[in-house]
C-alpha cells in the first residue's frame, strides 16, 4: 500500500501570499495525483489531476507540479474562499487508492 | 445538472446493519465506475470501496472486507452500500463519487455525503 505523507499539517498564510502545500508518496506513483479541497461541511472538490492538470473550473491561481514520489500544490495569490483543508491522493497503484492526512490553509 | 446526492445514514448499533445509497443524475451513470469514500469525525478521507462501470470489477478496503458490499443499478442511475456487523470506528461521512480517467481513476465528482453513527 502506497503512503501519501503531506506538509505541513497547518500552514498559515495572509491573503494575497503565495501558498506551498506538499505532497510525498511512499513509492512512485508517476504522474497519476490529485489535490482536492475540502470546506467545512461541504464533499471534496477536485482541483488538480495528473499532477498538474486543473479541473474544470479550478482558477489559474491553482498550480500543481511533480512526478514521482514529491508533488506541490500552490496558490499564487491566496483569496478568502482558498483557506480550507486540501488532499492530495494517488491514484497509481490502487486498490487501495490512498490519500495524504491533510493540510489545513488557514488565514494568518 | 450533474450531481451525486447519496441517503441512508443514521444511527445504529454496533453489530448493526445499514444500506446506503446514493443517486446520480446529469449524466450518464452507466459509464462510470463508481467509489464510497468516508470521513470520520474531525478525519482525513478513507477510501472504502470501488466498483466498475458493469459490476464486474468490485474492490474494498481491507477495514470493510466480509462486512460491506458495494453494488449498482444503471438502470436506476444508483449506486449502493450495504454495511453490516457495523463497530464504532465505522463512524464516518459518507461520500459517494465518480471516477473519471483513462486507465488511472482521479474522482472528479462527489456528492455532499451522509452520516453513519455506529454507538450504543
Known amino acids: 500500500e502506497i503512503v501519501m505523507t503531506q506538509s505541513p499539517a497547518t500552514l498559515s498564510v495572509s491573503p494575497g501570499e503565495r501558498a506551498t502545500l506538499s505532497c510525498r508518496a511512499s513509492q512512485s506513483v508517476s504522474s497519476n495525483l490529485a489535490w482536492y479541497q475540502q470546506k467545512p461541511g461541504q464533499a471534496p472538490r477536485l482541483l488538480i489531476y495528473g499532477a498538474s492538470t486543473r479541473a474544470t473550473g479550478i482558477p489559474a491561481r491553482f498550480s500543481g507540479s511533480g512526478s514521482g514520489t514529491e508533488f506541490t500544490l500552490t496558490i499564487s495569490s491566496l483569496q478568502s474562499e482558498d483557506f480550507a483543508v486540501y488532499y492530495c491522493?494517488?491514484?497509481?497503484?490502487?486498490?487501495?487508492?490512498?490519500f495524504g492526512q491533510g493540510t489545513k490553509l488557514e488565514i494568518k | 445538472e450533474v450531481q451525486l446526492v447519496e441517503s441512508g445514514g443514521g444511527l445504529v448499533k454496533p453489530g448493526g446493519s445499514l444500506r446506503l445509497s446514493c443517486a446520480a443524475s446529469?449524466?450518464?451513470?452507466?459509464?462510470?465506475?463508481m467509489n464510497w469514500v468516508r470521513q470520520a469525525p474531525g478525519k482525513g478521507l478513507e477510501w472504502v470501496s470501488s466498483i466498475s462501470s458493469s459490476s464486474s470489477y468490485i474492490y474494498y478496503a481491507d477495514s470493510v472486507k466480509g462486512r460491506f458490499t458495494i453494488s449498482r443499478d444503471n438502470a436506476k442511475n444508483s449506486l449502493y452500500l450495504q454495511m453490516n456487523s457495523l463497530r464504532a470506528e465505522d463512524t464516518a461521512v459518507y461520500y459517494c463519487?465518480?471516477?473519471?480517467?483513462?486507465?488511472?481513476?482521479?474522482?472528479?465528482?462527489w456528492g455532499r455525503g451522509t452520516l453513519v453513527t455506529v454507538s450504543s
Open positions: 446529469g449524466f450518464t451513470f452507466s459509464s462510470y465506475s
Open positions: 463519487a465518480r471516477a473519471h480517467g483513462r486507465g488511472y481513476w482521479y474522482f472528479d465528482l
Open positions: 491522493q494517488q491514484y497509481n497503484n490502487w486498490p487501495p487508492y490512498s
